[in-house]
């Protein structure tokens, strides 16, 4: 299974808002995409579930949303530490698939 | 607190095997899937395997089934063990936690530190 498309980079001055896509097939975007944050050096860390849901203590300024074949997290009010690689994820019965990644630099 | 502490990796060579373990604490073991992802050096996450709640269902990525076995005990011990390694098999293996009564892939809610694989002559 061939990995989900996201755009390499983004970049943004803090406090502005960004978006990034994550785009497949009907049969990859469904209903259980979610969203991971990782820091150099760190593991992965859950920021989005479920298309739309956060995680408890996941602040309200990341949110999730699907239309079609593409998923999308949106980041607002950009915060220094939110400057990390953002993988988006989908899983189906047997099978899960990551994003290519994003890189989010914060200007 | 939920916590996973992985150990075992290191430098294998080709075509020889090397396992993985990942210890819990913090969690009720027995109630949740457990799921191993890695990441090639520089590159992006890939999914490798999963294995159920009970240990009674497991899934692998194309790349690695056949060569590789995810097993877990009731010492809240979750296994990889890794044979026929190649070169492309380096990576940070990461150890996740995913849903509760899980039968198949779900989300990573908690993960371990990773341990690096390097598979070289």
């Known amino acids: 299974q061939s990995a989900l498309t996201q755009p390499a980079s983004v970049s943004a001055s803090p406090g502005q808002s960004i978006t990034i896509s994550c785009t497949g097939t009907?049969?990859?975007?469904?209903?259980?995409v979610s969203w991971y944050q990782q820091h150099p050096g760190k593991a992965p860390k859950l920021m989005i579930y479920?298309?739309?849901s956060r995680p408890l203590g996941i602040s309200s300024r990341f949110s999730g949303s699907k239309s079609g074949n593409a998923a999308s997290l949106t980041i607002s009010g950009l915060q220094a530490e939110d400057e990390a690689d953002y993988y988006c994820?989908?899983?189906?019965?047997?099978?899960?698939?990551f994003g290519t990644g994003t890189k989010v630099t914060v200007l | 607190q939920v916590q996973l502490v992985q150990s075992g990796g290191g430098v294998v060579q080709p075509g020889r095997s090397l396992r993985l373990s990942c210890v819990g604490s913090?969690?009720?073991?027995?109630?949740?899937?457990l799921e191993w992802v890695r990441q090639a050096p520089g590159k992006g996450l890939e999914w490798v395997s999963v294995i159920s709640y009970d240990g009674r269902k497991t899934y692998y990525t194309d790349s690695v089934r056949g060569r590789f076995t995810v097993s877990r005990d009731n010492r809240n011990i979750l296994y990889l063990q890794m044979n026929s390694l190649r070169p492309e098999d380096t990576a940070v293996y990461y150890c996740a936690r995913t849903d509760y009564f899980a039968s198949g892939p779900s989300y990573g809610w908690f993960w371990g530190q990773g341990a690096l694989v390097t598979v070289s002559s």
């Open positions: 479920d298309v739309t």
């Open positions: 994820s989908s899983y189906m019965t047997t099978t899960k698939v």
């Open positions: 009907s049969s990859d975007i469904g209903a259980y």
């Open positions: 913090g969690l009720t073991f027995k109630d949740y899937g």
